[in-house]
């Protein structure tokens, strides 16, 4: 594979002249000033592709990935470039193939219960488009605002409602793809399990390696007929941890439960009010859904469930309005963050629920004995942390502190049980603490599933395998090596 | 071709070095009138590591099972030396029920699962055919589902991780233990539904959820199959708790005992309120219908489970088609002289027997469902139909022959079940 990064002038004018007998020369950016804005997802790291694409057919980017296999160089897919695991960065150079175009809802079938979508379309626009038919597609990340659809089944995002509906592959019937290599294929189809094997569920969450999708059948579901939303208001983070499993020990599983500590109410409350009491050690964002009697009877053993575990208050939401501010709070936590430091480096990591407790003071302590903030807003229901660390990139040495901060984070969930990502993603981030959860052979065997579709490897490059694909070993080598200049972060 | 020549003495002294134990008579596991050359049933997972080892040495195929009740699911066979009974790996290896989390060997049955799980009131919410008795690593390899697939979460959704043993005997693992993890490939996911033929399933994770409080079943008499249609339509739309949605045509109604008029089949859980808000709602819309009547218990769901495994020489389809098609496929499936035929309409999937069908009429059947934008796969069918018609219509074949090179490059493990050498 060529590193394209050194790639001669003379090569790319050839490149760019076969790019351009299918695909429209407008749709190529090539300009340094273009391709510096593709150079950084939100993760970390920096790097900058030799050529972006902005197609708006599959035959386009079958194209594309055509010419790209000629001239063996990387291609690798991105959609809104909200991932936090540096998935969609160009280590290795090539062609950037960027879906924000493609951004079609095609179709919404309300009878059958299904949508095709373009993948660039983005989250929240589907949830609007859905709304008339009284419908939803289940997956909501806290970025639905602004990440793809696309993107989404590139990470097999979560969100908040994950914890009653399963992450983004529950929902995702079948799927139009280009393979490496060019052929276009379809993936699962318009009804659940299609014959064959479950190729889809596989290419869920494979972070581009394995092709690009470039449509996608979402299954719906119907709006429930009754939601309500409660803030139940802790003293400390204990309480409020032990309380996210004493609701599940009482039979109900709440459609979402997310936890906010003080340092992040602090900082959301005076910029979206809320309604969070900023002098609270932590709070529960619960909800409850489903015929408006069971909600009742849910809501109450919510309800008493937090007293018992000492709640100061359960706050109702009586309005919609009010509902919506609640929820508008935890969807911020993460930009007011941003405007409080002049940089924070967001984790992800899921631990057993029951240990929410344990690890979420071992990971203050571990952030307080490095210096740093650092603030927790995340999906407690389904133990899944996002510790948010504070800090100044300009200061000398914070970025690696901050980084290994992020490691000794990981070993804890690791330790716990857990798991190095629920969501976000491996990405080029965390390819070398994938040996702290799998094996040798663990690994090897999912090399055999990259290798089936992209026997070259030249699909997103460097990316969730710690090893192979002429990659430095690890995340912080390739820093060290490749990016000097600290990134913008959220 | 299997090295006949080598096999007295190799798995001679092979099964010497095995402990007598899980050395079991060949004859017990034919699979379509085939008996292996030997047959094993492992107590450890490091013994079926040491038996796949040999096997991928030898070049001898294996082929994994459990409760028996699927091995007539795919094409015939092209090679079978070693059965692999996994019913001896069953041990629990890990249950939290605070977490809604639980691993278990794969030959373990969904039954002993769920004696286990119901302690905590909990359960996996699975109804495969034709029960219980399916083994976890069945469960999964096959991917069946039943009337709560749609409804509730299935084991697809729920599955959480697994631990593989791999052609040539390594083990390898994927997903984790807790209910949120996307760290690599879903190497679980590829091998739910892979039929065994890309590894051993040995242990599997779950997300679990909690047993409803109640549960009700209703049975909802209809004139015709158009109206059980618009019925089942009704209240798939409606927000009552459905777990299982069925459509029964005559021949099945008349099967399990009831009229012979097509039904449908409804069951609702949850806690006391939401069933009698239920049982309200349904008779409502049931005024614009027929009559309605609550079933004592829930044993019917395990009678129309059961079906499909009733007779051994019966073919099995389960087509998959939208919503919308469901009741033209289930009137298709009469004129083509099915014996019985029911649908669950939010999964889309219509499960069809017939009792003796010639090949150029599962074709014009195929075609037909195919043309209504869908699907139709043999799930069971004596050998000499499976040996002249594809079980599974138009699937990708390029990637899964990648796949299957790449996992099992010396194809030892079900070969032929997928395709011609896959
Ligand atoms: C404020 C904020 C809140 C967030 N909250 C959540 C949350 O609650 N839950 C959650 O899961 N994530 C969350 N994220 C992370 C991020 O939004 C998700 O990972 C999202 O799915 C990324 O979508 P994107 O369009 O930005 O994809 P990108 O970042 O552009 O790409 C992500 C990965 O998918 C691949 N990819 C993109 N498009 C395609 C395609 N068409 N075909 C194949 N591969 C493709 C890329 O190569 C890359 O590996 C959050 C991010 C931010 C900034």
Redesign the pocket.
């Known amino acids: 594979m060529i590193d394209c990064n050194s790639m001669e002038n003379n090569q790319l004018t050839a490149l760019i002249f076969d790019l351009t007998k299918k695909i429209k020369r407008s749709k190529i950016l090539d300009a340094p000033e273009d391709l510096l804005v593709y150079e950084y ?2 993760s970390i790291d920096r790097a900058l592709p030799d050529i972006v694409i902005l197609p708006t057919t599959v035959e386009e980017v079958s194209h594309a990935v055509t010419v790209a296999a000629q001239y063996d160089i990387p291609v ?13 960065l160009p280590v290795k150079g090539g062609i950037l ?4 175009a ?1 951004n079609k809802i095609r179709e919404i079938d309300a009878e059958n219960r299904l949508a095709i979508v373009e ?2 379309v ?2 929240l626009h589907l949830h609007e488009a859905l709304e008339p038919y009284n419908l939803i597609y289940a ?6 605002r ?15 409602h ?1 914890l009653a509906y399963g ?2 592959v529950n929902h995702i019937l079948g799927m139009e ?1 280009v393979l490496p290599g060019g052929r276009i294929v379809w993936l699962g189809g318009r009804q659940l399990d299609t014959p064959g094997m479950d190729l889809r569920g596989v ?1 869920v969450g ?9 449509a996608i059948c979402v299954s719906l579901i119907p709006v429930n007929e009754t939601v309500r939303t409660m803030l139940a208001i802790f003293d400390s983070i204990d309480a409020a941890s032990s309380a996210v499993s004493a609701v599940i020990r009482s039979g109900v599983i709440p459609m979402a439960m997310e936890m906010m500590d003080q340092e992040t109410i602090k900082v959301v409350e005076p910029r979206v009010r809320a309604g969070y009491p900023i002098d609270a050690g932590a709070v529960l964002l619960i909800e409850v859904e489903g015929l408006s009697e069971v909600v009742e009877h849910n809501s109450a053993v919510v309800v008493k469930a937090c007293n018992e575990l000492g709640a100061r208050e359960v706050r109702i939401a009586e309005s919609s309005l009010e509902r919506e501010s609640l929820w508008e709070g935890r ?1 911020s ?3 007011a963050l ?1 405007q409080t430091a002049p940089a924070i480096y ?1 984790l ?1 990591g899921v631990v057993p629920r029951t240990k929410l407790p344990e690890i979420l003071n071992k990971v203050l302590l571990a952030s307080h004995k490095a210096g740093f903030k650092c603030a927790n807003m995340f ?1 407690a229901g389904d133990g899944n942390l ?1 510790p948010t660390v504070l800090f100044d990139p300009l200061e000398s040495g914070a970025t690696d502190r901050v980084l290994e901060l992020g490691g000794e984070i990981m070993k804890l969930c690791v330790d716990a049980g857990g798991s190095i990502t ?4 491996i ?1 080029l981030e965390k390819r070398s603490y994938m040996e702290w959860v799998f094996t040798e052979s663990d690994l090897a065997a999912m090399e055999k599933i990259r290798f089936s579709f992209d026997p070259v490897g030249n699909f ?1 490059p460097c ?1 969730i395998l710690p090893t192979g694909h002429g990659c430095a070993q690890g995340h912080m080598q390739i820093t060290d090596q490749q990016f000097s200049i600290p990134g913008v972060y ?1 | 071709m299997s090295n006949i020549q080598a096999f007295p003495e190799s798995i001679g002294n092979f099964i010497k070095s095995l402990p007598p134990e899980i050395c079991r008579e060949p004859e017990m596991y034919v699979i379509d009138g085939k008996v292996p050359l030997s047959a094993f049933r492992p107590l450890h997972i490091d013994q079926i590591s040491q038996i796949i080892q040999f096997a991928n040495q030898y070049n001898f195929a294996v082929s994994p099972q459990g409760s028996r009740t699927a091995l007539t699911f795919g094409r015939k066979l092209e090679r079978y030396d070693i059965a692999l009974d996994t019913s001896g790996i069953s041990k629990l290896v890990e249950y939290t029920p605070e977490d809604l989390t639980v691993t278990i060997e794969s030959g373990a049955t969904l039954h002993d699962l769920q004696a286990i799980l119901s302690e905590h009131r909990q359960y996996l919410p699975a109804d495969p055919n034709p029960s219980d008795v399916v083994t976890i690593g069945g469960l999964l390899a096959t991917a069946r589902s039943g009337a709560w697939r749609g409804n509730v979460p299935s084991t697809r959704d729920l599955i959480l991780g697994m631990t593989v043993v791999m052609a040539d005997g390594s083990i390898a693992t994927s997903g984790g233990r807790v209910v949120k993890n ?1 760290s690599g490939f879903d190497m679980h996911r590829l091998h739910t539904g892979a039929l065994g033929s890309l590894g051993i399933i040995s242990s599997a994770s779950f997300k679990v959820l909690p047993i409803p409080e109640r549960n009700v079943s209703l049975i909802l008499h209809c004139s015709d199959i158009k109206e059980a249609g618009d019925l089942a339509f009704i209240l798939r739309n409606s927000v009552l708790p459905i777990r299982g949605l069925t459509i029964l045509d005559s021949k099945t109604s008349f099967k399990l005992g009831f009229s012979y008029a097509p039904k449908v089949l409804v069951e609702y859980v949850g806690i006391e309120v939401s069933i009698h808000r239920s049982i309200q709602d349904t008779e409502e819309i049931m005024r614009r219908f027929g009559e309605i009547n609550q079933l004592e218990d829930s044993q019917i769901w395990a009678e129309i489970r059961s079906l499909a495994n009733e007779k051994k020489e019966q073919i099995v389809l389960r087509c998959g088609v939208q919503a919308n098609n469901i009741v033209e496929v289930i009137k298709l499936a009469e004129l083509t002289s099915a014996i019985c035929t029911w649908a669950n309409l939010t999964s889309g999937s219509v499960r069809v027997i017939f009792e003796d069908i010639n090949v150029v009429s599962l074709s014009k059947f195929r075609s037909q469902v195919e043309g209504l934008g869908g699907f139709m796969q043999v799930e069971t069918a004596p050998g000499n139909i499976r040996e002249v018609f594809d079980p599974f219509g138009d699937i990708e074949t390029d990637l899964v022959r990648s796949l299957k090179y790449r996992f099992d490059p010396s194809g030892i493990l079900n070969p032929g079940r997928w395709m011609v050498g896959v």
Request: charged share 10%.
């Open positions: 997802d939100t690798i897919p991105r959609g809104s470039g909200t991932g936090f695991a540096g998935g969609a193939i960027v879906l924000t493609m993948p660039g983005i989250n997956p909501d990340p806290s970025s639905q602004i990440c793809t659809i696309g993107g989404n089944v590139g990470t097999n995002s979560g969100g908040p994950t992450s983004t793809v290419f494979s972070e581009g390696t394995l092709g690009i999708v470039t969807k936590a993460i930009g941003g967001l992800d999906h996002h629920g969501e976000h993603g990405g997103n990316k959220v | 996307v």
